[in-house]
């Protein structure tokens, strides 16, 4: 900095010079006092230019230094980031899975809890298959209240939503005492048959948060986004804007169920999913009217309610 405030003094008192040798050499020399006359004044104004450019060559090295800096910032922070991120799936999926490798009433509420928390699951809570191809159970979790603990409630339904058994999971039952009461609540009306496997909704639930864990975290490629989940069956999901297979970005609108022909549709596709596709299907039109917040409604008509 002394360096350009000495050059641009130095600049300042030659140009003075010029100016004052040119006015001696006045009348004498012409030629060398018009080009004296000239010079002087140049020299004047070069030195606040001298010292402009120095000031903005430092501004500029130092902008350059801090985005430096600052790249070098932000790359430790995505690094971290993305640590976090990782951090937080592993944590998640641990939490998922542990329904499926030790079920207890804390992992399966705290699961919903978390999915539920990080709007990966409606409100309304997720649904999956009870009984495979018959009947349906949708997990909610279900906060502490006044005089009230936190528990897990577990409503049975058919495809179309209707309620067959509600069943409340606390947390002074174990998993062998749960599955005595449940055994017993969807016997007495008939709904479990004898080979009725008691884990399977648990192990579905599990596999399915997982899977949507997954999704949010960019570790699968699917049309979920920032869509919550509201259940599945085999290779579909379902969710707020309509009905997608696991393995790709397609979806169908709930509102387009009954547009097309979608049993053809989707048969001929080159999609693993394809299979089961009937089922999630027929479910889906079930299903769907009795929705509720699946979509906002339109002014005049009344919304869904299940």
């Not at 080009?35 to 000031?55: E, M």
Request: neutral net charge.
């Amino acid at each position: 900095m002394f360096l350009a405030w000495a050059v641009s003094i130095t600049l300042v008192v030659l140009g003075v010079r010029a100016v004052y040798w040119s006015a001696e050499l006045d009348g004498k020399e012409q030629w060398l006092s018009n080009l004296l006359a000239n010079i002087g004044p140049t020299l004047v104004l070069a030195a606040p230019l001298s010292l402009l450019a120095f000031l903005l060559d430092r501004a500029v090295k130092s902008a350059n230094s801090q985005l430096r800096r600052l790249s070098l910032s932000l790359e430790e922070l995505q690094s971290e980031s993305g640590e976090h991120m990782d951090r937080t799936f592993g944590k998640e999926k641990n939490l998922f899975e542990s329904i499926q490798t030790g079920l207890s009433f804390e992992s399966l509420a705290e699961s919903l809890k978390m999915a539920t928390s990080r709007g990966y699951i409606s409100s309304h809570g997720i649904r999956v298959p009870f009984i495979w191809g018959q009947n349906h159970v949708r997990f909610q979790y279900e906060k502490a209240g006044f005089l009230r603990r936190a528990g897990v409630s577990m409503s049975v339904e058919r495809d179309n939503g209707e309620q067959i058994s509600h069943l409340i999971w606390k947390r002074n039952r174990n998993v062998r005492e749960f599955f005595e009461y449940m055994n017993k609540r969807m016997e007495r009306g008939g709904h479990i048959p004898s080979d009725f496997d008691a884990a399977a909704p648990f192990k579905a639930l599990s596999e399915l948060l997982v899977f949507t864990a997954e999704c949010k975290h960019n570790h699968r490629s699917s049309a979920i986004e920032g869509s919550p989940v509201l259940g599945g069956i085999d290779d579909w999901i379902f969710v707020d804007r309509g009905l997608l297979p696991k393995d790709n970005y397609y979806c169908i609108g709930w509102e387009r169920l009954e547009e097309l022909d979608w049993l053809k549709q989707i048969e001929g596709k080159q999609w693993d999913s394809r299979e089961s596709f009937p089922m999630a299907h027929h479910i889906a039109q079930e299903w769907y009217p009795r929705l509720e917040g699946i979509r906002a409604p339109k002014p005049g008509v009344p919304s869904r309610t299940m």
